[in-house]
């Protein structure tokens, strides 16, 4: 896990298994989805 701390305490930003961010997993792959369909497509 990750944490930050913000006024109202500790908060969780991250959490990695075997090395592996899944913010990074996600920022990857919303990305795809963006530059494939476009940033209408994650409102959907």
Do not use: C, E, K, M
Request: net charge positive; glycine share 10%.
């Amino acid at each position: 896990f990750r944490f930050y701390r913000s006024p109202r305490g500790w908060r969780i930003f991250d959490v990695s298994a075997n090395g592996a961010s899944a913010v990074t997993f996600y920022r990857q792959y919303f990305s795809r989805q963006v530059r494939r369909f476009g940033l209408q497509a994650l409102g959907r």
